[in-house]
């Protein structure tokens, strides 16, 4: 599975988009773009996935460059709730390893 | 819809002695998976199985782990021999892996995990 980079920290106002970004310049082909969140002391919880289109669900929205080297997490308007890792994972939808490869993520805190 | 149930939530033990964990995955979900995550670390891999078939290991998972699903629901993680390094938070997630309107949905629900002190 591709290897991705995000920011180690950042920071949000409550009610304010929050915009977390991930760099996965050798993703292949048939990987998809999956983002996790993980809420102190809890499992990982599933946001959304995408291939190459952007997508929204309840939760968030995803961009995806057209070259798909990056994408971005949007929360719209984060709340204190949306405080959390979140986790940027690449990986290949069908035939290949199970498996989620965690990185370390980013740290979001959502000011009030 | 219930959601990944795991037992117990905690577990404190001494070096040397075996542990139990129990993890009951969503009812329609085939696939289950089993995490361990030290602090500040994202979880890592330990296994994976589809139905009662373990069909991937990590190297994570030394002679002392053993993970079984023997009827293809609920699954066990025992490792024996505790040692300090074992402290942990074990997660299980389950999958339904399915296919719909072109789209791939595999995303994994996880549990709450068990946390694991050994003394």
């Known amino acids: 599975d591709a290897k991705t980079t995000q920011p180690p920290s950042m920071d949000c106002a409550e009610g304010r988009a929050a915009n ?7 993703i292949s082909g048939n990987e998809y773009v999956y983002w996790y969140r993980q809420i102190h002391s809890q499992g990982p919880q599933y946001i959304i996935h995408g291939l190459k289109n952007n997508e929204t669900n309840e939760m968030a929205s995803l961009i995806i460059t057209e070259d798909r080297k990056s994408s971005t997490l949007i929360l719209p308007h984060a709340t204190l709730r949306d405080t959390a890792v979140y986790y940027c994972i690449v ?18 805190t959502v000011n009030p | 819809d219930t959601g990944v149930s795991q037992d117990p939530r905690h577990k404190i033990t001494k070096r040397g002695q075996n542990v139990t964990f129990r993890c009951d995955p969503i009812s329609e979900h085939n696939r289950l998976y089993w995490y361990r995550q030290t602090l500040g670390q994202g979880p890592e891999f330990l296994t994976y199985f589809q139905n009662e078939a373990q069909l991937e290991k990590s190297r994570l998972l030394s002679d002392r782990f053993s993970a079984e699903r023997p009827k293809g629901s609920f699954s066990t993680l025992e490792i024996q021999r505790t040692e300090q390094g074992d402290s942990a938070m074990y997660l299980c997630a389950s999958s ?17 995990g068990t946390r694991l002190t050994v003394l």
């Open chain 1, 91 to 108: 990986r290949v939808a069908w035939g290949g390893s199970e498996k989620l490869v965690f990185g370390k993520g980013t740290k979001l």
């Open chain 2, 96 to 112: 339904p892996h399915r296919l719909a309107g072109g789209r791939a949905y595999n995303e994994q629900f996880f549990g709450p």
């Open chain 1, 20 to 26: 977390l970004p991930c760099n996965h310049s050798t």
